[in-house]
């Protein structure tokens, strides 16, 4: 997208601080459901993105990164919170921000039988919620992340159960997938990259909210997955 260094590093800052002003609400609210949120819940809980970006004014943080923070509800349609800003008025990284925190709102919500896989929800947000976002920045999210994301519960077709972790760009249906097995300890889990295994392949996706709470649990994504895009190679690593 033609990021300057100075514009990645505000975005990398703004995109792990976004939710910072969640520190000043109550938690029975931020591990509700928000589809069950009573009108003063919603409230309060929106309120946690100017919370946010008087903690990042008091840190000193830059004018970016707060706009980041700001916005980071904001859509392109203008129909996001809290100030209901259209694309020309969000900031380059916000957009970005914006964009993937409602990918992993789909993706990891608080009620996990609500949870869709990572494949699903860019088909979604693609399909029914492209308005919202900048179109060249989602081409460049459904292209980069290809058929199965990293996050993505799959099968395996012999019967094993694993977590895609890294994306293979150039044989997207071979990822690097984490297995689950109950009798390894889940910091031993086996990684296994299925490009070198021929003799394995991807049966299905699987939506998180079937799967066993063990299993989810043990290959929990958000706890064990960090990957970052090589444009050189064509490859995510993990």
């Not at 029975?28 to 003063?40: D, F, G, Q, R, T």
């Not at 799959?154 to 994306?167: C, D, H, K, P, Y």
Request: aromatic share 8%; with cysteine.
């Amino acid at each position: 997208l033609g990021f300057s260094a100075e514009d990645a590093r505000n975005l990398g800052v703004g995109a792990m601080l976004h939710d910072v002003g969640k520190v000043d609400i109550q938690d029975n609210v931020l591990n509700k459901s928000p589809e069950e949120y009573n009108n003063a819940e919603l409230a309060l809980y929106r309120m946690h993105v100017d919370y946010g970006v008087e903690i990042a004014r008091k840190l000193g943080l830059s004018a970016d990164v707060i706009r980041i923070i700001g916005q980071h509800h904001e859509f392109c349609d203008g129909s996001g919170y809290p100030r209901g800003t259209s694309e020309a008025v969000l900031s380059p990284g916000a957009r970005l921000v914006s964009m993937v925190n409602f990918y992993d709102r789909l993706c990891n919500p608080v009620d996990i039988s609500r949870a869709m896989t990572p494949h699903a929800a860019l088909s979604f947000m693609f399909a029914k919620r492209s308005t919202k976002f900048e179109k060249a920045a989602l081409q460049l999210l459904i292209r980069n992340l290809g058929v199965y994301p990293p996050g993505s519960f799959v099968q395996l077709s012999n019967e094993a159960i694993a977590v895609v972790i890294s994306v293979n760009l150039k044989k997207p249906l071979r990822p690097w997938v984490r297995v689950y097995d109950e009798h390894v300890p889940k910091e031993e889990a086996l990684m296994m990259d299925l490009d070198v295994a021929p003799e394995i392949n991807i049966s299905k996706g699987i939506p998180p909210g079937q799967l066993p709470p063990k299993v989810v649990a043990y290959l929990n994504p958000r706890k064990h997955v960090t990957y970052f895009f090589d444009a050189e190679q064509g490859m995510a690593h993990h």
